[in-house]
């Protein structure tokens, strides 16, 4: 009889209990999640690609000015309106507010696709911004209505839904920018616009959760604006979400910058952004274990705690290889932040006003990512690089003791 090898064992051991722990993770997930994810990823292909697609035909027939606002205008509406579009989720439900946005979606693409011009850009652009902010916004909501064995899997599941945006984002654009190069702007608008339909339709084949329980809603209840600056709880969760925007952008817009400044090429300020991106992607797949280990107070204070560490660093980082091993450590902090805010956001809401929480969460990310940047800009003009890092730093410490305190809150009332 042969004699066992010991490292064979160990590894089938090792496969066994990875197998295990998926399983068991798999067993907890609400089937609904899976029809929502691909729903939502052939929603946010147009969205990404359609970015791209607007900011070149503007970049070729007006310069650069009009390519920002092109760019600008996929924005403009979720930052103004969130917290109105919020409202209409907890009026209607989150179904039919998915689908009517699709629906919005596909006459934005539609309309360059029929009228390669400006104007018909800017207006699409508008209408593609406003629909995908109101789709994201009530599947984050319909989320919260799931069924699941445990609340923390809710935290894992929203984690989900983000991870099918990453890899549409990837997607995205390389598809659009193959149909650019070779069959023109015109249909790649077009290609898009019966991704959406292809979406709509699916969404009209699968399952979609809808919580209509909110349609009953004291509809003269107080303002939910008023509900959170009275309630230092609430006001402490809408605070951190502003410091995780402004983290956020303050990475994406100021590694180019202080890559820039050190004259690093383009091709390694990219493998950057990437590694941050990777890191975003791999904490997200894990999130569905983690929220079984850890609170959401815990762990957002342990991903400030660890994103504050980063910005300090990352004046200091020389070299790319240095510098993408930051930007994947960010990327892992960042991407615990979403999830679990919105978790704690649907716990903390009072009945019936979840969309309009998740609205004004979104309208303050979204101010936060128009104003930011250009007060990194000011700085940077100013200063340098160096000292807005350090002013992101100071934001995610104070952030971190703050989710820290929130953390203490809530075992002392538990």
């Given at each position: ?118 104007p018909a850009v800017f207006v699409g652009a508008a209408l593609g911004g406003f629909g995908f ?282």
């Amino acid at each position: 009889m042969l004699p066992s090898d010991p490292s064979s064992s160990g590894s089938r051991s090792l496969s066994s209990k990875l197998s295990q722990m998926f399983s068991r993770t798999f067993a907890r997930v609400n089937p609904q999640i899976f029809s929502l994810i691909a729903v939502s990823v052939l929603a946010h292909i147009t969205m990404s690609g359609g970015r791209v697609s607007a900011s070149l035909f503007a970049l070729q027939h007006g310069g650069s000015f009009n390519a920002g606002i092109a760019y600008s205008l996929y924005g403009l509406l979720p930052a103004l309106l969130s917290l109105h579009m919020g409202r209409w989720v907890d009026r209607i439900g989150p179904r039919t507010v998915m689908r009517v946005s699709l629906v919005s979606m596909i006459i934005g693409l539609a309309l360059p696709a029929f009228w390669a011009a400006l104007p018909a850009v800017f207006v699409g652009a508008a209408l593609g911004g406003f629909g995908f902010g109101t789709y994201m916004l009530a599947a984050n909501v319909s989320v919260s209505f799931m069924d699941f064995e445990d609340e923390a899997d809710r935290i894992g599941m929203l984690a989900w839904l983000q991870l099918g945006n990453s890899v549409s984002a990837v997607v995205g654009p390389s598809v659009v920018g193959l149909i650019i190069d070779h069959k023109g702007f015109s249909a790649a608008f077009g290609t898009m616009a019966l991704i959406v339909l292809c979406s709509l339709i699916v969404s009209y084949r699968v399952h979609l959760p809808n919580g209509m329980r909110q349609a009953h809603q004291d509809k003269g209840g107080e303002s939910i604006v008023r509900t959170v600056f009275t309630n230092p709880r609430l006001l402490r969760i809408y605070l951190l979400t502003m410091a995780v925007a402004l983290a956020w952008d303050g990475f994406n817009f100021m590694v180019p910058v202080l890559g820039t400044e050190r004259g690093y090429s383009a091709t390694t300020i990219g493998m950057v952004l990437s590694c941050f991106a990777v890191g975003t992607f791999a904490i997200r797949a894990a999130l569905p274990w983690m929220s079984r280990k850890l609170s959401e107070w815990r762990m957002l204070c342990l991903s400030f705690g660890v994103a504050a560490s980063v910005f300090f660093v990352l004046p200091m980082a020389k070299g790319g290889l240095l510098l993408g091993a930051c930007g994947f450590v960010f990327g892992l902090a960042a991407g615990v932040g979403q999830p679990n805010i919105l978790s704690l956001i649907y716990r903390a809401m009072p009945a019936g006003k979840q969309g309009e929480g998740a609205g004004l969460r979104s309208m303050m990310g979204n101010m936060m990512g128009l104003t930011g940047p250009s007060l990194y800009g000011a700085i940077t003009a100013l200063f340098g690089a160096v000292p807005v890092f350090l002013l992101i730093g100071c934001i995610m410490s104070v952030s971190s003791w703050q989710a820290h305190h929130g953390y203490r809150s809530r075992a002392a009332s538990a």
